[in-house]
């Protein structure tokens, strides 16, 4: 699952993974954390209304995202002009506070996410196939050495039943990838089966969606 099965997908508009409402659990939960406002981080963006969500409450945005085409559409879709420049091996989008570098989350260095406040990442560690979300892990942590909160949405379904994307990640997985260094709390958790009536129809009887908040005790 490269960059170039992303590109594809983008470019054969397959993008059933975006949502055409901001994600119900940000809105429910996000409030309720009292984090103040401050960059947050959102892997793998898209084109993710969240992002549009996350900024109307104050917040600035960084995303990272391979596919111009998701960018671009972004900020044509909230009707904002765009600036754009080539620096540090992206594609730089801005404007009214947001950032979103077109390129590859594995090019990203420290010194792109030192002001990051909070990470949001929906749809970007279930995105990967198991050993790739190792990798992913492993990154975020070496990108974030100053361990800000990190909220994950994530979907459980039996393996057996649906090859990914979306890949199932259980709650001993985040344990794994991130136990060592955060405390790991479950916010939400829906039977959300009926809520995804195309991964119902590509063979699961049963979906878990959660929302994780990763945090570390002082
Ligand atoms: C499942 S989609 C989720 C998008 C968004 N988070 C959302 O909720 O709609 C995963 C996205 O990650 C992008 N992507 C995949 N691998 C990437 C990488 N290595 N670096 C940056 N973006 C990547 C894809 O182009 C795709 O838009």
Redesign the pocket.
């Known amino acids: 699952m490269g960059?170039q099965f992303?590109h594809e997908?983008?470019q054969l508009n397959h993008i059933g993974?975006?949502?055409a409402k901001v994600h119900p659990m940000l809105s429910e939960h996000w409030p309720v954390l009292g984090l103040a406002a401050g960059q947050v981080f959102?892997p793998?963006?898209?084109?993710?209304l969240?992002m549009a969500w996350l900024r109307s409450q104050g917040h600035t945005i960084l995303g990272?995202?391979?596919?111009p085409l998701?960018v671009a559409d972004f900020f044509k879709e909230q009707a904002l002009d765009v600036s754009t420049r080539s620096a540090e091996g992206f594609d730089w989008y801005e404007n009214d506070g947001f950032q979103l570098l077109c390129?590859?989350?594995?090019h990203l260095e420290p010194r792109h996410l030192e002001k990051v406040a909070v990470v949001y990442d929906?749809?970007?560690l279930i995105?990967m196939p198991p050993q790739l979300q190792i990798r992913y892990a492993e990154h975020l942590l070496h990108l974030l050495p100053h361990r800000p909160p990190i909220l994950i949405i994530t979907f459980e379904y039996v393996e057996e039943e649906m090859e990914g994307?979306?890949f199932s990640v259980s709650d001993q997985r985040i344990n794994e990838l991130f136990g060592h260094v955060y405390s790991i709390g479950t916010l939400s958790a829906v039977d959300a089966l009926e809520l995804q009536p195309g991964l119902k129809g590509r063979g699961l009887n049963w979906l878990a969606e959660k929302m994780h908040y990763l945090h570390v005790i002082d």
């Open positions: 960059p992303w997908q983008w993974f975006h949502q959102v793998l963006c898209g084109k993710s969240d990272v995202e391979l596919s998701a390129g590859d989350f594995f929906r749809a970007a995105a994307p979306p």
